[in-house]
RNA sequence: GGGCGUUUGGCUCAGGGGUAGAGCACUUCCUUCACACGGAAGGGGUCGCUGGUUCAAAUCCAGCAACGCCCACCA
């Protein structure tokens, strides 16, 4: 028992003990149960480490899931990885640069071998930093996105959707990345403002209009003026009309193209001319299509400009533009340069600036997955908490547009098309070929792409069980319970998951999806690398143990779309130096393992037995935990964290420790009552234990271990206590059991002892009187209840304020050398002698008049209201007139007080 | 441009039509046999501004302001 509770809790030494014993007993994994709990963890990269986002979201998840496996549900938290295309290529080539080496050289087979060995290495990371956090995740089933089943999952999606006509192939403008030489897609993209020009060129008319001999057309991207193939002006600008139908000779290319009108150009935007570069900007692409406008590439994949362009070529875009800039200065064409700020798309993994550029691509078309995904919602089979993220849900899935999912990457899946180079033959299979089928030839080829990395992760509800091969796996399993995640990747990633569910199972991946505040920074700043602003999970870890990170950081979760985090950084090194709420958070572990051990120390002659209410400040206690046990169990299961962590804090530590466990003390002393008194003590500490253990999982189970059975362990057939093997494994406590305990009327009997000694202590404190000196207090109570229910706990006040003796009745006199302090139920007299100061006394009865007078007076004026009497609610009317009496008492009160110390 | 969020004591934030809350910080007292990572008692706010609805507004509505986020995007 206690004799194994060290003095202090050392969550560095604890933590692992207690992993040990989940791990080997085994608790991780699914059981069976009544009820499904089953969680996907979203997929961190593999190369990743834990961050505040994940440390949030797993905390989260892990709640969830401890309390559903108390409750006896199956539950299964499926953990795995992503195979993260774009970030690990760019890692695994950055490192090969490193060695001398590069991919094109070493082919692709083995460039994917050292991808594989890439994730071997660093894959474990994040999987020790998860069990480490104390996340009962079935280690025993992990997933991979690159995993061999996974793999045939994602390559019959692709089957699928290609033979169903969901996929195709297109040459589409897309945002290449002329750094990681890929197409990436729209929502991978990032804009950045930047400081820019607009540049206003002439292009010399190929015949005058009005009397001119030019146009001037505005443009941020001079050097994109070797691929126009058009001018452009707004159908609402009459002063252009002249012009539409005419030709210019575009400069340095000697190319005649023609001007036109068309609804994407604003009149008042620049000068009223837009230069047209199908190949080079959507929205020209788009006019392009739409005017029959060639569509000139003038750049190579790694937007270098191609031949055929003189000295252009060969040149980066930058070189190029202040080539053609220079040019036109050159020529007299150049009219002039404003400053001009503008968004720039930037690659979210390596921040060059993104190229729209013409190619081949893999598209989704997502106008058939659209309305079944919208309908998920809608009709609430999938329910967002915060609400307010269905609205930002639908809207982009109302604008989706299709989704180009092929990547010309090396690392990822291998777009499962093949080509006869004979015939012509094109088709996706499930097996790869060398023969074509149609003619025979041996000249088949796959598609070089891979798939964009949320191709396979949107499968990942149904893929990671069983999906396609075993289908039985996901029986009873999916829908999976909740999706916890981040606001970040609605679109990129919940979006996709509802709508390859809803066509592929019919059903909804998920019934709800929890999406929790942003992590910031303590100036509320974004957490970033660069900035050096982020914290380190496991630096909280190390410095307060995983239940203080994870009690802090649920207690951070609310509706909010953000949250600060106070850590500490040191602003040279980077070095965390802490976080106060973390650090408060690990005090209250302490004050848990403390008031535990004392209670362990306290059960010499304990025999498990039921709890007994033998006063009101026990039926209290009883009362107040079973409203916890409910507030606790709703919290969780409405993922109200924020409030219901809060609260759990403030019960354990203010009703349990600092009331109910002070007021025990005396009764372990007394023979008649230890027994009762331990029992009740016990019932409220395992019921307490096992509602934070979802919450603080270590040093909940630490202490289990040493306590002995409670009633909660007694099986009430055979009277035998039975104890779990482990706290994660032990017996939720069930709200319906507990109602039996609500009690009102003692919750407020405790209130006026409560009151009472808090009037003996604030006396105290006002007269310097030592704790140590015994006083003597009398209580004359306004009413029946107020002096039974006092007088029934007389001696725990005496206990808790010191007193010699505290004397309840309806007609006690006040005695000689007492001060006085009146309520709406009681007088208290507090006997100090000759310790009273009059004048000290006169000022605060009068403060106190004032403010009962104040209030009074709001209370009548309220009550004098016609509109309130006739309209206000009758237990409103009710409870004002009530305080209103209560006041007037107590008025009287203070205002015979005041006469004796006149 | 569209959408969303925030604005409450020095700080960080809860709450939410009917007498302003917590933690930290602050003041005073207490090392009494669970805990000083503790206990007790205190001080401190006209709940961003302006209107409106209501018997009653910090709370609901509208407008405004400041700050922040997301989406779309101007060549």
New binding site residues.
Partial sequence: MYEEMP??YDPAVAEPEVLDKWLSGNYYGRRPGKGDCTVVIPPPNVTGKLHMGHALDDSIQDAIVREARMRGRSTQWILGTDHAGIATQTKVDKKLKSEGKNRLEMGRETFLDACWDWTHEYGGTIKEQIKRMGCSVDFDNERFTMDDDYAEAVRKVFCDWYHDGLIYRGKRIVNWCPNCTTAIS??EAE?ENEHGH?WHLRYPLTEPVNGQDYIVV????PE?MLGDTGVAV?PKDPEKAAFVGKTVMLPIVNREIPIFSDF?????????F??V?PAH????YAMGEAHGLEKINIFDEHAIVVDGYGEFSGMTRDECREAVVAWFEEHGLLDHIED?E??VMHCYRCDTTLEPWLSEQWFVAVDKLKGPAIEAVTSGRVRFNAE?WK??YL??ME?LKDWCISRQLWWGHRIPVFYCEDCGWEDALMEDTDVCPKCGGHHVHQDENVLDTWFSSQLWTFATQGWPQRPEGLEGHHPTTALVTAR?II?LWVARMIMSSEYFLHEEPFHDVVIYP?ILAKD???MSKSKGNGVDPMDLIDKYGADAMRFNLLSLF???????F?ADIDKRTHEFKGS??TE?A??F???IW??S??LL?NMEGYEPGEPKAISDADARMFSRLAKQVKAVTEGIETYNF??MV?NLQ?FF??EV??WY??VT?ARLKLDDERLQAQRNLIFVLDTSLRLMHPLMPFVTEKIWDAMPASWLDVDPATGEAVRAEALMVAAWPEPEAYTQWIDEPAERAFELMRAV??DV??T???Y?I???EQLRVVVRAHGDDAASAIGQMSGFAASLA?ASSVEVGLDLEKPEGSIALAGPDFDAYIVVGDLVDFAAERTRIEKAIKKAEK?LA?AER?LA?P??V????PE?VE??RE?AADLKAELDALTAQLVDFA
């Avoid at 609310?558 to 600060?564: L, P, R, S, Y």
Wanted: with cysteine.
């Fill in positions: 003095k202090t729209d929502d804009y607009l505005a443009t941020t991207r994109t707004s994407h150009v604003d009149a008042g935007f620049g000068s009223g837009v230069k570069t900007d959507p929205n020209d001009h503008h968004s307010r609205q930002s809207t982009w604008n970040d679109a942003t509320g700043s974004r609310t509706a909010n779309q953000d949250v600060k106070d106060p709420r408060q690990r005090a572990v302490t004050k403390n008031a051990r004392f120390m924020g409030e809060r403030a530590w203010n420790c600092d466990v002070e003390k000694v808090t202590r604030s105290r404190a006002r310097r030592s704790p140590k010191n209030e709001g309220t209201n509109g309130f006739a309209k206000a609610a409103v409870a004002k305080r």
